[in-house]
């Protein structure tokens, strides 16, 4: 046998016996990805969680945050409400905490009652049960959530029979999963992340088996693929009239839907393994220096602001704050207020006192941009459009909690990855980074993935209705494998027994 001869026959047993082992996980993979196309995983968004907030009362509202234990260790500093009454939760090397700002005494642990109180709150007239405590779960293996644990479970009696996640740390609302949502994630991201293999928020074993199993169908859609193209006659026909030389029905078709979404099927499963970013492939050789960039952290050096002159300013302006968050930029401490729509104002002290902004300079963010990477800045440019490397997704989306607004600073930097960054000049947050090789990886797994170019993402339902026939056809494809697969098993295992 020459060595091309056995070439294809080692892709021929290559491609029948990975798809053997694949077929059913690909079949699941396909048809829970449609449905991920409409339902995303259980969140609490931004702009969900402010809207349960009730505005800041300006008038005997809270002591200084400066009074606060340990705040001057503080990286992060905010004054929200919990339980409908305003509170600073702090994040320090010890942890996250909980302070009454009307008292400055520390709250929690939360307990049940807590619990169901928040919960309440949250959900103004439904009815609410305390359902346990949780380490972690299906819907909660978010790293975010760690300084939050146990979480406390309640269901609400709402028409949605949602389910909140609360912090038995600070008592805030962490998560909100509907039954329904819930329902359709087992048949969604529940079951597309196999996720039923997780344990815990970083799970390598999970991770590994994942990338395992993808990198096992991109081989078997691999060698499908060339066995397709192998046996096809472009030019021409088999006896029996057809293009494929299969008269057996599942053969045929799983030859014929092949050819047509072959293709598609061997990019969605690569670019699910490229998802999980194997061996660090797409990981930063340089990150962006977040504490550079700010030059100070807010429990270090704070805005010298008092809480009721900011909210007063604010609300002069018609801007109710829900939330206010100690920032700084660049050494320059300010106040980042957040209303129930996760609209954002600037509090900034000057020469002549307070003064709200509604946004950063370019110029100011330049300043700052300038101590993120050592390589200095060799570009810059307003971004007013999205682009294939700025872009906001959809709620539903994995991506749908990013902020991406616009117009944005986008600061190009002379380091070796050719890193870019995109500054929101609204809260003065680095929104979004990517070097070389992250670019790599948003081609690889987003756009082959998820389709998500400004151009495909502006088509709504036309985009959708695509992704939603090519699903539906790497799902057949998949089908008829799944059915020559279990014939295959069959006839092998009783000729053993025979």
Same mark, same amino acid.
């Given at each position: ?278 061996? !660090?492939?797409?990981? %930063?050789?340089?990150? +962006?220096?977040? /504490?550079?960039? @700010?030059?100070?952290?807010?429990? *270090?050096? &704070? $805005? ?112 070796? !990855?050719?890193?870019? %960054?995109?500054?929101? +000049?609204?809260? /003065?947050?680095? @929104?979004?980074?990517?070097?070389? *090789?992250? &670019? $790599? ?58």
């Amino acid at each position: 046998m020459s060595m091309a001869s056995q070439g294809k026959r080692a892709v021929i047993l290559a491609h029948r016996w990975t798809g053997v082992a694949m077929c059913v996980l690909m079949a699941l993979w396909f048809a829970s990805g449609m449905v991920m196309l409409f339902v995303g995983y259980p969140r609490l968004l931004p702009a969900e969680r402010l809207a349960g907030l009730p505005p800041l009362p300006v008038q005997g509202c809270c002591v200084d945050p400066g009074t606060l234990p340990g705040v001057g260790d503080a990286t992060r500093l905010v004054l929200t409400s919990i339980r409908g009454r305003p509170h600073y939760v702090t994040t320090t090397p010890a942890g996250v905490a909980a302070f009454d700002a009307a008292t400055g005494r520390r709250a929690g642990p939360v307990d049940g009652a807590g619990a169901l109180a928040a919960a309440r709150t949250f959900l103004p007239g439904a009815g609410a049960r305390l359902a346990g405590q949780v380490a972690e779960d299906r819907w909660t293996h978010a790293r975010a959530l760690d300084a939050h644990r146990p979480l406390h479970v309640v269901e609400l009696d709402d028409a949605a029979a949602t389910r909140l996640y609360v912090s038995s740390t600070t008592g805030q609302v962490m998560l909100d999963a509907p039954r329904a949502q819930r329902a359709w994630n087992y048949v969604g991201a529940w079951l597309h992340w196999l996720y039923m293999l997780r344990s815990q928020p970083k799970d390598p074993v999970w991770s590994w088996t994942v990338i395992a199993l993808s990198a096992v169908g991109t081989l078997a859609a691999l060698a499908g693929a060339l066995n397709g193209i192998w046996r096809w006659r472009f030019a021409g026909r088999y006896k029996s009239g057809a293009r494929t030389p299969f008269r057996e029905a599942a053969m045929r078709w799983h030859h014929v839907l092949g050819m047509a979404f072959g293709a598609v099927l061997l990019a969605w499963i690569f670019s699910g393994l490229m998802s999980m970013n194997p061996l !660090g492939v797409f990981d %930063a050789r340089l990150r +962006p220096d977040l /504490g550079a960039y @700010a030059g100070a952290t807010p429990g *270090a050096r &704070r $805005a010298p602001v008092a809480v009721p002159q900011a909210l007063a300013l604010l609300r002069a302006q018609g801007f109710a704050a829900r939330e206010l968050e100690w920032r700084v930029l660049g050494g320059e401490p300010y106040l980042l207020a957040r209303d129930g729509a996760d609209r954002t104002r600037l509090v900034v002290a000057g020469g002549a006192g307070a003064a709200v902004l509604a946004r950063w300079s370019d110029a100011r963010l330049l300043a700052a941009a300038r101590a993120l990477l050592p390589a200095a800045p060799v570009g810059q440019a307003r971004v007013t459009d999205y682009d294939a490397y700025y872009y906001k997704r959809g709620a539903q989306s994995m991506y749908g909690d990013d902020d991406r607004r616009l117009p944005a600073l986008r600061v190009d930097f002379g380091d070796a !990855g050719a890193t870019s %960054a995109w500054i929101d +000049p609204y809260t /003065g947050d680095v @929104a979004a980074s990517m070097d070389r *090789a992250q &670019r $790599a990886g948003r081609w690889l797994f987003n756009l082959l993935h998820s389709w998500d170019l400004p151009a495909m993402l502006a088509a709504g339902w036309v985009r959708e209705a695509v992704l939603l026939v090519l699903g539906a056809g790497g799902l057949l494809l998949s089908g008829t494998a799944v059915v020559i697969g279990m014939r295959r098993l069959r006839k092998r295992f009783g000729a053993a027994r025979t």
